[in-house]
């Protein structure tokens, strides 16, 4: 192998940029020459390349986003389309690719693999939602954010005794919600893999008050609720219930930006340059999964297969310690 292709698509999530850099530094140690595919998988079925130097990729470990730019492309599901994209990168000597993004793209790269171009993929993506991987790029950045803004909605929460019901992402998978609010402190955390009663909810914020707490806060997963907001529908659930000050917050794409933690700038760069020496080896058709302090790989078949299911116990814990 001489020359690898990498690209980045789906959802951005801090920490992309650690892993570009990763690669094309990996590769470039290696003898490899690197060309940057902009704009995911458009860039291949446009042919937009461009080759990345060691230079190219400096000053970008602390940037969150990514500079090949990350575009959803609903062509790509299709065959024929991907066909010409083959044919881009056949034409552009490119020997392999490294993929960069969530199970969307990784299904993706899976298309290609069996289609003729060997790839190799990293997990990023905020929801932490990959199966094979521990934690996926980005995810630890975007808990920070959740748990400063917690911390922040607290501070004003004590002081006139309202309950805050704050939304963070997390259409499918209610991670981001239960890690968030477990290490925020919420008094109530609402997720899509677990089934609610707002009566319930309603009760516990009251007693909660009864108590003595001076500030409740409620974390909802975006994806709890179909026809709108889950935040606000909740709000206005409580507001009739409880009749107490409500505020509600949606956290939003303030949770996809930042600079990237330690945690993701660290895995980032150890995802990017195994998967680089992995894919000049001879590898391909696998994702390079954390696997408690240990990178491995996963086949495709396996990571696209399976369901990355919630810690129920860590549901659990944050109930109890939320009292
Ligand atoms: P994410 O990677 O964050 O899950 P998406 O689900 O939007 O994001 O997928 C990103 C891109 O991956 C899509 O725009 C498309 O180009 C490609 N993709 C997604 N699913 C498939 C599929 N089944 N086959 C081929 N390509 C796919």
Redo the contacts with the bound molecule.
């Keep these: 192998m001489k020359k690898i292709g990498i690209l980045t698509?789906?959802?951005d999530s801090p920490g992309m940029n650690a892993a570009i850099r990763a690669a094309v530094r990996q590769g470039k140690a290696l003898g490899l020459t690197v060309i940057g595919i902009n704009s995911?998988?458009e860039g291949c079925l446009t042919g937009d390349l461009e080759e990345l130097g060691v230079k190219d990729v400096s000053g970008i470990i602390e940037e969150g986003g990514t500079i090949l730019r990350s575009k959803?492309?609903?062509k790509?599901?299709e065959k024929r389309e991907r066909t010409k994209a083959i044919r881009n990168l056949n034409q552009a000597g490119i020997d392999g690719v490294v993929v960069i993004?969530?199970?969307?793209?990784?299904?993706?790269a899976q298309?290609l693999n069996r289609e003729g171009v060997p790839t190799v993929g990293i997990p990023a993506?905020i929801d932490n939602d990959v199966y094979g991987t521990d934690m996926t790029i980005g995810v630890d950045t975007a808990l920070n954010t959740v748990v400063q803004s917690l911390d922040r909605i607290r501070t004003t929460a004590s002081a006139l005794e309202r309950t805050f019901i704050v939304e963070v992402m997390g259409r499918n998978s209610g991670y981001i919600a239960l890690m968030g609010g477990l290490s925020g402190g919420a008094e109530v955390i609402l997720i899509p893999e677990v089934e609610y009663n707002l009566d319930e909810v309603a009760e516990e914020i009251y007693q909660g008050y009864k108590r003595g707490k001076q500030h409740m806060i409620v974390v909802v997963a975006e994806g709890i609720y179909d026809e709108g907001s889950a935040a606000h529908y909740v709000g206005q659930h409580l507001k009739e219930q409880i009749g107490f000050e409500i505020r509600v917050t949606v956290l939003g794409h303030m949770q996809r930006g930042g600079n990237p933690s330690a945690f993701d700038r660290g895995i980032a760069s150890r995802l990017g340059a195994e998967a680089v020496k992995r894919l000049s080896n001879g590898e391909s058709g696998t994702m390079m999964g954390l696997q408690g302090n240990e990178i491995k790989s996963v086949d495709y078949s396996d990571v696209l297969s399976q369901e990355k299911e919630i810690d129920m116990e860590l549901y659990e814990l944050a109930k109890t310690l939320s009292q």
């Design positions: 698509s789906g959802g995911g998988y959803r492309a609903p790509f599901k993004g969530g199970d969307g793209t990784l299904r993706g298309a993506t």
